[in-house]
């Protein structure tokens, strides 16, 4: 047996018994997915003193990762990244008996997760929808972003923002003088 080359040579008429084990090894790759909390930008520029409200940037929102074909097993290993830099190991689960959703993953402003392991394929990422936020991938207004792992250890990056609404308008007032009944 030459183990560099992985190949094995036998002997025409030779008596011995060989056994030949083979390993397999998935392939496999990494979706890392980053939320971030913003103002509108136009309402921050007309107003500098706009802060988003006490408690949004601890708002949680709700991940799933789903995959085109199945996954190959019922956990993965993730870390996850707080808003302080300090990361931590976890799992994630399937959570549905066809195992193609991964999740639920929850993230707030300004943490992400790396889900490790995930066989080479096609994937969408969903955020579920939050009345009155605006969620943009990059520069496109979605909820959902498709995910392609081409290539063992590589890790694809998402990153969900989601605008707060400060919603403004005119308020028109307008005051009707009646005599009194008498």
């Known amino acids: 047996v030459d183990?560099?080359?992985?190949s094995i040579v036998i002997q025409a008429g030779s008596a011995a018994a060989n056994t030949i084990t083979f390993y397999y090894t998935r392939k496999t790759g990494n979706i890392q997915i980053s939320k971030e909390v913003k103002l509108d930008e136009q309402q921050a520029a007309e107003n500098p003193d706009l802060k988003l409200p006490e408690g949004e940037e601890n708002r949680i929102f709700e991940f799933t990762i789903?995959?085109?074909d199945k996954f190959h097993k019922n956990q993965f290993a993730c870390t996850i990244t707080d808003?302080?830099?300090v990361e931590t190991t976890s799992t994630v689960s399937v959570s549905d008996s066809l195992f193609k959703e991964l999740g639920p993953i929850w993230l707030c402003h300004g943490e992400k997760i790396v889900?490790?392991?995930l066989s080479l394929g096609d994937y969408t990422v969903k955020e579920t929808h939050v009345i009155g936020y605006k969620t943009t991938?990059?520069?496109v207004e979605t909820e959902?972003?498709?995910v392609t792992l081409d290539d063992h250890g590589e890790t694809v990056a998402v990153e969900f923002q989601n605008t707060y609404p400060f919603f403004t308008g005119d308020l028109i007032?307008?005051?009707k003088i009646q005599k009194a009944d008498t």
Do not use: R
Request: no cysteine.
């Open 66 to 68: 789903i995959a085109k």
């Open 173 to 175: 007032l307008s005051k």
């Open 3 to 6: 183990s560099n080359s992985k």
């Open 144 to 146: 959902t972003q498709a």
């Open 137 to 139: 991938v990059g520069a």
């Open 115 to 117: 889900v490790h392991g």
């Open 83 to 85: 808003k302080n830099g």
